[in-house]
């Protein structure tokens, strides 16, 4: 899939230069003819290496077909990783075969970013098709120099993991097929993980968790994942990740057309389970407690309806307003779990909590709320390395108020309006005073309009939280 080479020494089906704009030179080891032919052909189609520009050059070298692409990456004073990630993913994703990649600068052979760009062109979800992706191996030409890319490796692989969770269908992971995923991935990688089943979800008294998902033929669990390594015994962090294996709306029914992609509805548990994947493998020293509330939001005659007042595990009761707005419920269970039960010193939630934040940012940015600057912004320089785009959104008290109820002591849905404010506050109301972070991920977890991510799932998150897991 992607090696870091120091010797050429065979033909490959595609050699690609990366090149600066005006800053243009030709490999030294080709003969004079070519040398002389790749000049007059940039200077006859005026190439110069603007972003995304391309000359392909076919000619043959000691009677070999060679076929090589100058990519141009814009000016170097304008150049980002973004930049890299765009161009590099564009112009790949129309290959197939070995590729060699090669820079004319430093910054042109960034082994991290093209790990990472041949992952996301590797990845197909082709588990249900008989004609499979066909893979791409890219090669990258660094002289004389080893190079570690180990990390970048184990992060596709975690990414990929969360990903295909995400693609595989509501008939395939339900609360119970994703607990045992769970439990594989957990062997595999080396963390513990635990599943609590309905009847010790009842005994505990996780009653918003139960009414989301008890109308579904597959009862919830409580997917608990352990992963104790830290030096630090005074710190353990609780990642949350919605796991909504499909959600119909409930009896306030969602219409065919939004319901089409709600198999994606279990994107934030997928990328916790991911982010533990890569963080066990790379033994990262850190303790890291993951817990996935998992349910269907179906109907049946037991539905949870509009008006219900139900009690949380942490005792507040709530009223439900609507039964589309499952993901806090079932969330704020999950958190209070890691609270009390896990004792956990901080929570980083991951959720396809809102439509209203696709309203606000589109499908290329998370919304992020936290109660503490600090770890919102070590989440933000974790999330800018691999060019995870993330956006801070207020948690001003003023839109508690939209959740107040007049028969219970909280309503979970504040109105159309600020909708994935109020849906934050409700969940702000369970952390109990810990340092929270919220991704709400609705936007950009599935379908993304990232421009180096392929259409489906994108496994957003994955490397973020083990940014910050990691580099604390
Ligand atoms: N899972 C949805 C949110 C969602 C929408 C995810 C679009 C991905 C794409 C969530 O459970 C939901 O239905 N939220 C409602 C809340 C409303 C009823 C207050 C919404 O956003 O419409
Ligand atoms: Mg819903
Ligand atoms: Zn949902």
Not at 90 to 113: A, C, H
Not at 120 to 132: E, G, V
Not at 330 to 342: F, G, K, Q, S, W
Request: hydrophobic share 40%; proline share 2%; net charge negative.
């Amino acid at each position: 899939m992607f090696k870091v080479i120091n010797k050429i020494e065979k033909g490959y089906d595609l050699n690609v230069t990366l090149v600066f704009e005006e800053q243009i030179k030709i490999c030294e080891f080709l003969s004079p003819e070519n040398i002389k032919l790749i000049e007059r052909l940039i200077n006859k189609k005026e190439f110069t290496g603007k972003k995304g520009e391309l000359l392909k050059i076919d000619f043959i070298e000691r009677d070999n077909l060679v076929s090589m692409y100058y990519v141009g990456m814009g000016k170097e004073e304008d150049f980002n990783l973004d930049v890299y990630r765009e161009v590099v993913f564009d112009v790949l994703s129309k290959e197939k075969g070995e590729v060699l990649i090669s820079g004319q600068n430093e910054k042109l052979l960034n082994y991290n970013v093209l790990g990472e760009i041949a992952s996301n062109l590797n990845y197909n979800f082709d588990t249900f098709k008989n004609k499979k992706g066909e893979k791409l191996e890219i090669n990258l030409f660094v002289a004389e120099k080893e190079i570690d890319f180990s990390e970048t490796i184990a992060l596709g692989e975690a990414t990929d993991i969360a990903r295909d969770l995400v693609d595989q269908p509501a008939n395939i992971i339900n609360p119970i097929t994703l607990s045992e995923k769970a439990l594989e991935l957990g062997k595999k990688y080396g963390f513990e993980v635990e599943i609590l089943d309905e009847k010790q979800i009842e005994d505990l008294g996780m009653n918003l968790l139960m009414a989301v998902g008890r109308a579904s033929v597959t009862k919830p669990r409580l997917i608990v994942m352990r992963y104790l390594n830290g030096k630090d015994n005074n710190e353990k962090i609780g990642l949350v990740g919605k796991g909504l294996t499909y959600d119909t709306g409930g009896l306030c029914i969602k219409p065919a057309d939004s319901m089409f992609e709600m198999k994606s509805d279990m994107a934030g548990a997928a990328s916790v389970i991911g982010a533990m994947c890569a963080i066990a493998n790379r033994k990262v020293e850190k303790n890291v407690v993951a817990i996935v509330p998992a349910c269907e939001n179906a109907i049946n005659g037991n539905a949870y309806r509009p008006g219900d007042i139900i009690t949380s595990m942490n005792g507040k009761s709530v009223e439900i307003i609507n039964t589309d707005a499952e993901g806090r419920l079932a969330l704020a269970d999950a958190i209070t779990y890691a609270v009390r039960n896990e004792k956990v010193t901080e929570i980083v939630d991951l959720a396809t909590l809102t439509g209203a934040i696709l309203v606000a940012l589109g499908s290329l940015t998370t919304g992020v709320f936290s109660n503490n600057d600090e770890k919102y912004d070590l989440l933000e320089r974790s999330s800018k390395e691999y060019g995870e785009k993330i956006w801070r959104m207020p948690l001003f008290n003023e839109y508690e108020d939209l959740l107040k109820s007049t028969v219970a002591d909280v309503k979970h849905t504040g109105g159309r309006m600020g909708g994935s404010i109020t849906a934050a506050k409700f969940l702000e109301g369970f952390v109990e005073g810990l340092p929270w972070i919220h991704m709400d991920i609705a936007g950009t977890a599935f379908n993304s309009s990232v421009k180096w991510v392929k259409k489906g799932a994108t496994g957003v998150g994955v490397k973020t939280l083990y940014s910050y897991v990691k580099n604390r």
